[in-house]
């Protein structure tokens, strides 16, 4: 498998002409790997990685939440002194669907001058929204610098410091700074006509270092996409809200659903039921692309970076890595092993039950209730229920209908003969909607 992902990364550095190319993958079932294509290009070299700082800024703005600082519905206004569109919410700017125009008041990319805090703020008053609250997805720097501007005065710092401290220590992901270290590689224009390749200018975005400041490596960028796609026990943000941010809120493109966009993160469907979660990310002479593969193998996660900011084809490049890695090498398989029986309660809804005139099938699997349409294809993941504090109702914690009840009903000797999920009535045998069986030739 080594030998195939390195001949990727080599044909991709050539074929798009990419001065430095580092790529890296990580699996919790296998060592790190990491490779770099092009002149003097090391693994340990770090890059800018633009827009991926994003995802961190979300993290940050998710932990403020689940530690009671500030709701996602609240307007922006509640957490930041603004004299305009303070009543933006912070969950539609996280979603960029906030209707707030890309970039600060100014041509800071024509000046490369970013602004202070203090005038992005002022400069509010100056700018447009220019799609009204939820119409669609817009993507905003603006937005997610403002965010980050919100998280330092609720953590009571500045984003960096909030950023180290929360989740860059925590994680151990020692070389990824807002500062260019000294192992940073060196971002090119390359010549559209010749092999030239011609220096771009540093840059630093103050104000608007939260939507995309950061330096890091492939290793240290794998690492941060294997946690976004499977975080498990760890101490910066809870499996279930790491979830929260996956869904998606909207696609990037109304005709083309290429791409949908949660809470911070994109999801970039990949076919047979996987969608790889991360971000792109460009800054002068530099791209990155950093997602992860939720699901098996767990904990998997690639980060590509490159220092070309013209290279678009690089930003394929994980999404092939992760399939190559998947298809060469897949998970190892877990046998199986018996396990306890169905507590004695839920043992009568266990087995085939009709709803609505299809057939589900009932099962208890690792300690809890499931359910599944027996006609689901086997990548479909299932109902999972879970108990309430009253007897025969259960909570539908995960899969279809996720949130409704489910309702057992009992004959007088304690069978389970009928079922009510999400009010739909499900029988033993087919009925139409009055109750009459479906094989009942009258």
């Not at 290793?219 to 279930?240: E, I, Q």
């Not at 930003?315 to 004695?344: N, Q, T, Y």
């Not at 108990?387 to 489910?406: I, K, Y």
Request: net charge negative; hydrophobic share 45%.
């Amino acid at each position: 498998m080594t030998a195939r992902l390195e001949r990727m990364v080599a044909e991709t550095q050539a074929r798009a002409r990419i001065p430095a190319l580092s790529a890296a993958l990580h699996r919790a079932d296998r060592p790190m790997w990491k490779h770099a294509a092009g002149v003097g290009a090391t693994p340990e070299a770090a890059f800018r990685i633009g827009s991926v700082t994003k995802t961190f800024t979300a993290v940050l703005v998710m932990q403020c939440r689940d530690d009671g600082l500030l709701d996602l519905d609240d307007p922006i206004g509640r957490h930041l002194e603004v004299p305009r569109h303070g009543e933006i919410t912070v969950r539609r700017l996280l979603s960029h669907t906030a209707g707030l125009q890309r970039e600060p008041f100014g041509d800071v990319w024509d000046s490369l001058v970013a602004p202070s805090a203090e005038t992005l703020v002022a400069d509010l008053d100056r700018i447009e929204r220019v799609l009204p609250p939820a119409r669609r997805y817009h993507y905003s720097n603006l937005a997610v610098s403002l965010l980050g501007l919100a998280v330092g005065r609720l953590r009571g710092g500045a984003w960096a410091e909030v950023l180290a401290d929360r989740i860059l220590t925590r994680l151990g992901l020692a070389d990824t700074s807002p500062d260019r270290p000294a192992t940073a590689a060196t971002g090119y224009l390359v010549d559209a006509y010749s092999d030239h390749a011609r220096v771009e200018p540093p840059t630093d975005f103050g104000a608007v270092g939260p939507a995309g400041q950061l330096w890091s490596t492939a290793a240290d960028m794998a690492r941060w996409a294997a946690f976004l796609a499977d975080p498990g026990d760890n101490p910066v943000l809870s499996a279930s809200t790491v979830e929260e941010m996956r869904w998606p809120l909207t696609t990037t493109q109304e005709a083309h659903w290429a791409a949908g966009f949660g809470l911070g993160l994109l999801l970039v469907p990949q076919g047979d039921r996987v969608a790889h979660v991360g971000h792109d990310g460009a800054m002068p002479g530099f791209l990155a692309a950093v997602y992860g593969r939720p699901g098996t193998p767990k904990a998997m996660g690639c980060a590509v970076l490159g220092s070309s900011g013209t290279a678009v084809e690089m930003l394929e490049l994980p999404h092939r890595l992760i399939a190559a890695s998947v298809e060469d090498d897949p998970a190892d398989v877990e046998p199986w092993a018996p396990g306890p029986a169905a507590p004695p309660e839920f043992r009568g809804a266990l087995g085939r039950w009709w709803g609505e005139g299809f057939e589900y099938v009932f099962s208890w699997h690792d300690g809890a209730l499931r359910a599944r349409g027996a006609g689901d294809p086997p990548g479909l993941a299932p109902a999972v229920f879970a108990p309430t504090d009253q007897p025969d109702v259960l909570r539908t914690a995960s899969g279809r209908e996720a949130g409704e009840l489910l309702r057992l009903t009992r004959d007088g000797a304690g069978a389970v003969v009928r079922m009510h999920w999400a009010t739909y009535r499900f029988t033993r045998v087919q009925e139409t909607f009055d109750g009459v069986p479906a094989s009942d030739p009258g």
